[in-house]
């Protein structure tokens, strides 16, 4: 018995060849092929004319109190991105982590809250996962200068940095010893490298002391324990090495140390630290990264030297609060 139909419904049959159903089949198909193209040209034109990672919502950064200064260190896994502001409202961005899609979007977000008045850049070294993501950083947000490292790279990422900081009217300056960085209160000496000679690419990296007030932070990039040794034996045969006119470096009791590469065993030697002692360690690495980042060997003599650790891969990014006082605080996210 079949089922009657609702009262008013009707229905027409048109009979068709195989051919016809194929021809239809085959219209169907490739209608729906043209609406996926259309759809997908449409969202590359937006994109072009208003890149989604702008759409990014700010981070909320909770505005500095009167006198304070922050270093931020952004967690980008294996890599490295160090942000210092100032409280005159500049900022000195210390690497931009290696330009993977997530990084760039925690970056992106970072800086349209941050609300620099004006940034500075420093590419520590030509790796990746150094430089890999200042060109995007560059190129929304623009600089004043660029430092580069004493030796290049012919990588897509190192040239697109160079790229985008020339579009966008960067300084762009090699990086050496005795370039000084003045922030009013604050300021930031270049300690190495050496010259433009260098020929290796972890010992040529930007190494930076900072000195507010009382407050002092040292970042080492990747420079390896021959380089520490190196600093360490030139500081100890003259303890003014490092200073130019009125601005003084003094690597005794350093308040922040940037670990060196990651926290590779082949860095943080036990002279180096015994010279800085530093009261805080901040180490940037991925989580299970392939290295074996930090090393235990790291971890144990920066321990031994009575300094505490904090891990951008245990606790994501971390930030120093400090004051010219010498007083700081370490807070993470």
Same mark, same amino acid.
């Given at each position: 018995m079949r089922p009657a139909k609702p009262r008013g419904a009707f229905a027409i049959q048109i009979p068709?060849?195989?051919?016809?159903?194929?021809?239809?089949?085959?219209?169907?198909?490739?209608?729906?092929? +043209? @609406? #996926?193209?259309? *759809?997908?040209?449409?969202? %590359?034109?937006?994109?072009? &004319?208003?890149?989604?990672?702008?759409?990014?919502?700010?981070?909320?950064?909770?505005?500095?109190?009167?006198?304070?200064?922050?270093?931020?260190?952004?967690?980008?896994?294996?890599?490295?991105?160090?942000?210092?502001?100032?409280?005159?409202?500049?900022?000195?961005?210390?690497?931009?982590?290696?330009?993977?899609?997530?990084?760039?979007?925690?970056?992106?977000?970072?800086?349209?809250?941050?609300?620099?008045?004006?940034?500075?850049?420093?590419?520590?070294?030509?790796?990746?996962?150094?430089?890999? +993501? @200042? #060109?995007?950083? *560059?190129?929304?947000?623009? %600089?004043?200068?660029?430092? &580069?490292?004493?030796?290049?790279?012919d990588d897509a990422a190192y040239t697109d940095m160079q790229t985008e900081a020339e579009k966008r009217g960067a300084e762009i300056k090699t990086a050496k010893r005795y370039e000084i960085l003045d922030y009013g209160e604050a300021y930031v000496s270049f300690l190495s490298p050496y010259s433009q000679e260098e020929t290796e690419t972890n010992e040529a990296s930007t190494v930076l002391y900072l000195q507010y007030g009382e407050f002092s932070a040292l970042f080492t990039a990747d420079i390896n324990a021959k380089r520490e040794e190196k600093l360490r034996q030139e500081y100890e045969a003259m303890q003014s090495i490092f200073d130019y006119k009125d601005y003084t470096v003094r690597l005794e009791d350093i308040d922040v140390l940037k670990v060196a590469h990651h926290g590779s065993d082949a860095s943080s030697n036990a002279q180096w630290l015994a010279l800085l002692k530093p009261k805080a360690s901040v180490i940037s690495c991925g989580r299970g990264n392939p290295y074996g980042h930090p090393s235990g060997g790291a971890l144990q003599r920066l321990f031994d030297c009575g300094s505490e650790i904090y891990r951008t891969d245990e606790l994501g990014d971390i930030m120093i609060s400090a004051f010219p006082d010498g007083n700081f605080e370490v807070t993470w996210e």
């Amino acid at each position: 018995m079949r089922p009657a139909k609702p009262r008013g419904a009707f229905a027409i049959q048109i009979p068709m060849t195989r051919n016809e159903r194929k021809k239809l089949q085959w219209v169907r198909k490739w209608v729906t092929v +043209g @609406l #996926a193209v259309l *759809l997908v040209l449409a969202v %590359a034109v937006f994109n072009a &004319l208003c890149p989604f990672r702008t759409l990014l919502a700010a981070r909320a950064i909770a505005a500095p109190v009167e006198g304070e200064l922050r270093i931020y260190f952004l967690d980008v896994g294996q890599g490295d991105c160090t942000v210092v502001s100032f409280p005159n409202g500049e900022a000195l961005v210390i690497d931009g982590g290696d330009g993977s899609w997530k990084n760039d979007d925690h970056l992106m977000r970072f800086f349209k809250g941050l609300h620099a008045k004006e940034l500075t850049f420093v590419s520590s070294h030509a790796d990746t996962d150094h430089c890999g +993501g @200042l #060109a995007y950083i *560059l190129e929304y947000f623009g %600089a004043k200068t660029l430092y &580069l490292p004493a030796i290049g790279s012919d990588d897509a990422a190192y040239t697109d940095m160079q790229t985008e900081a020339e579009k966008r009217g960067a300084e762009i300056k090699t990086a050496k010893r005795y370039e000084i960085l003045d922030y009013g209160e604050a300021y930031v000496s270049f300690l190495s490298p050496y010259s433009q000679e260098e020929t290796e690419t972890n010992e040529a990296s930007t190494v930076l002391y900072l000195q507010y007030g009382e407050f002092s932070a040292l970042f080492t990039a990747d420079i390896n324990a021959k380089r520490e040794e190196k600093l360490r034996q030139e500081y100890e045969a003259m303890q003014s090495i490092f200073d130019y006119k009125d601005y003084t470096v003094r690597l005794e009791d350093i308040d922040v140390l940037k670990v060196a590469h990651h926290g590779s065993d082949a860095s943080s030697n036990a002279q180096w630290l015994a010279l800085l002692k530093p009261k805080a360690s901040v180490i940037s690495c991925g989580r299970g990264n392939p290295y074996g980042h930090p090393s235990g060997g790291a971890l144990q003599r920066l321990f031994d030297c009575g300094s505490e650790i904090y891990r951008t891969d245990e606790l994501g990014d971390i930030m120093i609060s400090a004051f010219p006082d010498g007083n700081f605080e370490v807070t993470w996210e």
